[in-house]
Structure formats: structure tokens, C-alpha cells
């Protein structure tokens, strides 16, 4: 039996016509394929959907079976799991003794991907890319690029980069007037240098989840939001006090400058980490789940902090060895002290049934 698949890997059909897949059967497919028509002629997954049904026709020599798979909108690890585990549904509704080969029919390369994924589960005889016809006229050429322009990753694509480069005779003529000839060059390839970055780390992706999260937090009454500004600010300040204590040293080498730096920011970057650490200990405790060992992190930070204000003490000759070893052995002790108080807390007063109940849950006897 021959099995014609057709592939819609970002779910075009089931997003916009609300129809459950996989799609099997040629009366099927031709009524998936009318309703996502009706709700978006544009699409190219409409031409697919209907060469599949004419692939089905053509083939009078053989047994043959038409259906059509889809994927999920977004990641394509997931869109091509969710394409398997149809074509796994597809193939089982098949009679079993039969040798099933499948054509697979696509409307481009991006949907192509998905070709291992169903190769590991039946043999491909071949596949079917599907190019719509268009004249080759002005309207088409308006409208093709009206289409382009529509799509938000395309516009990112092309119109970011083409924005910079109409930006550097600009910003060059202000850089010379402003008296910085010789700044106009870098200032423009670091714009460059930035937006090529970002692309390939994915910025924009990162900086929507952190809004979206950040979003979250605010409406959710989160404390963390308010200690993690609190923790940036201190941490600005032990980053400037740090080079302040940089500057009083007199021609440092480099292990005196690591422990200008250490010795000035300590406290601050300590204070910022037990801030953000109690926030987050609260955030528990108020979405239920908190534990006891959860507190070990401000003392864990109290304890690196002490060893590293002594240590970096040491090296600028600020404090002799005893204290070093002191110190030493009193944030060794703390943190041992905390993760062992901590525990005996934990196994005495929590229960299973504590484990997940907030301050309003009920209380046991």
C-alpha cells in the first residue's frame, strides 16, 4: 500500500479550522481541506492538502491511503514528535499485513525536516514539494512582497539589518558633527556587532519570557520581583565600591587587584545575595512548598562572603593569618551549623502532608 502524507508541521489545519488529526481517507482530507480554504485561501498547507487528494487519484495500480498529519506551532523538536506520533496513529489504522511505503508531499523545505522522523517509522518512496504558479507581473510582485513584509520573523529578517545599513551615512554625519570622527566606524559596527548577536543568541525570545515572567510576578504579588531589584542595586554598589578600593592601591600587581576588587564588593554582593535569597524563601513558603533546607541559602552566602572578605583581607595585608584562619574556620563552621540545624528542623516538623500547604492550608494535630 502506498500511504500519501500530507505534512503541515507548524498545525496551520488544526489552529485555524479546529479539526482533529491525524486526517485520514480521501473524503476526509478533501473536507479538511475546503474548511481551511474557507478560513485562510492564503495558506500554502490548502495546496497540499489537495495534491495530496490528486496523488490519491492518479494512483490506480495499487492500493493507496491519503492523510494528513500536522505538528505543533513554535518549537520544531515538538512539531516533529507531535507529526510522529500521528504517522504512528496513521499507520495503525492501516491493515497491518500490508507493505506500507509512504510519499510525502510538502509545501517547502522547513516542513522537509520531519522526513527522518517519519523514515524511522516507514519506508519514503519519494517526496512531493508543492509550488504554486503565479503571474509574473507587477500586482504579483506587489503583493508577494506585501505578503513577505506581513510575516513578524521575515520583518525582523530583513527590515532590521536594512534599517541599520540606512542608518550609517546619518549617524556618521552626527558622530563628525558632535567632533568624534573617529568614532563613527565603531559606533556603527557595535550596532551592527549587537543586533547580530542577538539574533543568534535569540535576545528577542529571551527578553519575552522575561517581560512575560516579570508580567507574572507582579500579578502573582511576588516577592523576589522587589528583592531582585533591591539585589541589582546592591550589586551596582559593591561593583563601584569594589574599583574605589581599586584606586587607593598603589601600583597593584594582578592578585592585588582581584582582592581590591573582592574586598571592596564583598558586603554588597553579600547582601545582595541573602536579599534575593529570602525573597525567594518567601515566594515558597507563600506558594506552599516550602522547605526547611531552603534556608540554608543566606547562610551559605554569609559564609562564602566571610571567607572571601578574609582571604582578600590577606592578600592586601590588611589582616594577618590568625584572622585568615578564623575566618576560615567560622564560615566553614556556619555553613555546617546552618545545613545540620536545618535538617534536624525538616525531619522533626515537617510531614508528607505539610509538604504542599501554604500558610492558609489546613493545619494537622
Known sequence: MLLVLCIDLDDDLGRKTGI??????????????????????????VNVLF??????????????????????????????????????????????????????????????????????RVRIDGVRRVVVRQAQNLESMYYTIKQVLDDPETRGTILVPLGILLLIYPLTIAIEALGYPGSALGVISGLLGLYILARGLGAEKILDEAVERTTAGLYAGRVTIITYVVAAALLAIGGVNGVQE???QTDPDALEVIASLVSGAIQWFAAAGITSSLGRVTDEYLDGSFRWRYLNAPFYVLSIALVLHAVSAFFLGAQDLEYLAIMLTGGT?????????????????????????????????
Request: net charge negative.
Open 20 to 45: 482533529e488529526t491525524p486526517v485520514i481517507g480521501r473524503d476526509a482530507v478533501v473536507d479538511a481541506a475546503v474548511a481551511l480554504a474557507s478560513n485562510d485561501p492564503e495558506d500554502s498547507d
Open 51 to 120: 495534491e495530496g487528494v490528486h496523488i490519491y487519484d492518479d494512483i490506480t495500480d495499487e492500493p493507496v491511503e491519503v492523510a494528513a498529519v500536522t505538528g505543533v506551532d513554535g518549537s520544531d523538536v515538538a512539531a516533529n514528535r507531535a507529526v510522529g506520533e500521528e504517522v504512528d496513529t496513521v499507520l495503525a489504522s492501516l491493515a497491518a499485513s500490508e507493505d506500507v511505503r509512504a510519499l510525502i508531499v510538502t509545501d517547502g523545505a522547513q516542513d522537509e525536516s520531519v522526513v527522518p522522523v517519519i523514515r524511522s
Open 246 to 248: 581599586l584606586e587607593r
Open 333 to 365: 563552621l556556619l555553613g555546617l551549623v546552618s545545613t545540620l540545624a536545618f535538617a534536624v528542623a525538616e525531619a522533626r516538623f515537617d510531614r508528607p502532608e505539610q509538604h504542599n500547604q501554604g500558610p492558609g492550608g489546613p493545619s494537622s494535630e
